[in-house]
């Protein structure tokens, strides 16, 4: 194989960080970067199905017929984002609540798939963990960066304590949903930016 | 043909895996899911029907069945007695149901509080019905025995300014939950005895 373990887990932290430089997923992370909690919460989930995931299809890519592959992905998907989803409501409850509709939707999330069709079933199980793990970290990080930024300007709080004194408006804009595009836009431009030297 | 079958077989061997896990694991948390749920969403509100309770009325329930359904009462400890108790009722609201928590004290049948647990009411009009302390305690103190019903049709609960179908559907689980009590009053007050301590 040409490139490493460690090169396929840390192409997932910058080269192939999921929501900038792939693009995927961007659903969720819109919707649950509101505050921090949530979306550390959300990318701790993604880590766990897709590092599942990988491993699982690319144990099973010899056995799985190239004519029915997506819908095994899916049900192996499936059934991990369920996993995590009846984990959740016994363990943390309230986060639950306020993940809601977005931990089922992990399924149809790009990542896990196109990760499971692009990666994990042309490679090794090894190989397709480490990738799973680092593309699942990348992703937890971009939102947790993006959620602080939303959570700090938008509510002056960061994982719900107070950053600025009691003289600190709010910057609502950054909690409502265009304020979620534009961060992201930012954030994509300095990615790019910072891509081009 | 070979891999026609082989596709049949893949799929539905991999189907058969994914459903037993879940089963299994659902089966597994169901209990705890369960206990988390009536924490955090009839919780509260219990909890404030039954303020200054001596006993945990989460945990000091019963089940009683009434034809098909089972309803699960909550029993509150005021003074070494068991003499209030709460459970669930629903109304038809603006937007969909409106599930309620109803504490009546058992030995003169007045309410001793009402608190909205679900609802799909518009947000900052009906959905006030949940979090405006003022519109639930107008319920405190009346008789469920008797029909409860707004100003409107000649009783005595101020509706909310502009979310009438709202009021009138708490109303309306009201007056249903009294209808249910007197026929099973003997019954619940057995039951709650056996808590007392």
């Not at chain 1, 363990?91 to 990760?115: D, E, M």
């Not at chain 2, 924490?39 to 000091?60: C, Q, T, V, Y």
Request: hydrophobic residues 50%; contains cysteine.
């Amino acid at each position: 194989m040409a490139k490493t373990l460690t090169q396929e887990f840390v192409k997932g932290l910058w080269a192939e960080i999921p929501p900038f430089r792939l693009v995927l997923g961007l659903c969720p992370i819109l919707a649950v970067s509101k505050t921090v909690e949530n979306a550390v919460g959300m990318g701790i989930a993604v880590i766990f199905v897709l590092v599942c995931s990988n491993i699982l299809v690319a144990a099973l890519r010899k056995i799985i017929p190239s004519k029915v592959r997506i819908a095994c992905f899916i049900i192996v998907i499936a059934t991990f984002v369920i996993v995590v989803e009846l984990l959740m409501q016994a363990y943390t409850y309230p986060l639950f609540l306020k993940l809601g509709i977005f931990i089922p939707l992990i399924v149809v999330n790009c990542i896990p798939l196109g990760r499971a069709e692009a990666f994990a079933y042309k490679n090794g199980i090894a190989a397709s963990a480490a990738d799973g793990l680092g593309l699942g970290i990348g992703y937890a990080m971009s939102l947790t960066v993006l959620s602080s930024i939303r959570e700090v300007f938008g509510n002056g709080t960061f994982l719900g304590a107070t950053v600025f004194g009691p003289s600190f408006q709010p910057f609502k804009f950054m909690v409502e949903a265009p304020g979620a595009f534009v961060c992201l836009g930012l954030m994509l431009c300095i990615m790019n930016a910072m891509g081009k030297k | 043909m070979r891999e026609m079958i082989k596709m049949v077989v893949v799929l539905t061997v991999l189907c058969s895996f994914s459903g037993g896990l879940l089963a299994a694991l659902r089966d597994g948390t169901k209990e705890r899911i369960e206990v988390q749920q009536l924490e955090f969403i009839k919780g509260p509100a219990i909890r404030k029907i039954l303020e200054g309770a001596s006993n945990d009325p989460i945990k000091d329930r019963f089940k009683i069945k009434i034809g098909e359904t089972e309803k699960t009462f909550f029993v509150g400890l005021f003074d070494g007695k068991a003499n209030t108790v709460v459970y669930e009722a629903s109304g038809k609201g603006f937007g969909g149901d409106i599930g309620m928590m109803i504490g009546v004290n058992l030995a003169d049948d007045k309410i001793a509080g009402v608190g909205v647990t679900t609802h799909s009411e518009t947000p900052g009009i009906g959905a006030k019905a949940q979090t405006d302390p003022k519109f639930a305690k107008q319920f405190k103190g009346l008789m469920l025995t008797e029909e409860v019903k707004v100003k409107a049709d000649g009783g005595k609960i101020d509706a909310m300014s502009g979310a009438t179908v709202t009021s009138k559907g708490v109303t309306a689980a009201v007056t249903e939950a009294g209808k249910f009590y007197k026929e099973i009053k003997p019954q619940l007050a057995e039951k709650a005895k056996s808590f007392q301590k």
